[in-house]
């Protein structure tokens, strides 16, 4: 009877050992996102009758949408790999550019309620004539990149950046920072074209 007991209590004490050292059944993992493939960065010039010209990610495609406006210049770059769009609009100038701007500042800066984060970041080309802003949006927002350019005389562009799905920051960040390159690009390569 003794040895039964003693077997028992050796018993119970490894179990308890054995038990309590296994920490890791216990811990959470943290949230995991699957891993997404980036396409090679290779790029293509707009060819279209607007008063604009960009080069585009090969690896987009244009849908031209004229929206309630009826401008045959807007359009979306759309990216069909990440199930999002560039909407691009178009304007002429006519001595309104400062209300242009305005606008496109108020429509990047709805987005302060939800974003952590809005960080303006200026761009020029005076070889070209083009002068604008890209607008950084952080947090879980419908639109992360907004942008305008423009000669400040003649043409008015603005773009932003939306994708079909429903926002979050952690698993989008690797294709925003993807996206966002491109769209530098898009500035950097823009030009205006006489029609």
């Known amino acids: 009877m003794l040895k039964y007991k003693y077997f028992i209590y050796i018993g119970a004490i490894l179990f308890i050992i054995v038990s309590c050292n296994n920490e890791k059944q216990s811990t959470p993992k943290p949230r995991g996102y699957l891993r997404i493939d ?3 960065k290779e790029y293509q010039e707009l060819q279209i009758n ?4 960009f080069e585009y ?3 987009s495609e244009i849908i031209q949408d004229p929206g309630k406006a009826g ?3 807007w359009l979306n770059v759309h990216i069909p790999k990440f199930k999002g769009d560039i ?4 304007k002429n100038i006519e001595s309104n550019v400062k209300q242009y701007i305005e606008d496109s500042r108020e429509l990047a800066y709805k987005h302060t309620l939800k974003a952590e984060a809005i960080k303006e970041e200026m761009h020029k080309a005076p070889d070209r004539n083009v002068y604008g802003v890209l607008y950084k949006i952080k947090g879980d927002v419908a639109s992360p990149m907004q942008f305008f350019v423009t000669d400040s ?6 773009g932003s950046l939306y994708f ?7 698993s989008l960040a690797p294709i925003i920072n993807f996206v966002e390159e491109d769209i530098k690009h898009l ?3 823009l030009h205006w074209n006489k029609k």
């Open 38 to 40: 980036l396409p090679k």
């Open 187 to 189: 500035i950097e390569t």
């Open 153 to 158: 005389t003649n043409h008015f562009l603005r």
């Open 57 to 59: 990610p090969k690896y």
């Open 71 to 73: 401008n045959p210049c």
């Open 87 to 90: 909407h691009i609009s178009y």
């Open 50 to 53: 607007c008063p604009y010209s």
């Open 164 to 170: 079909r799905t429903e926002p979050n920051k952690d």
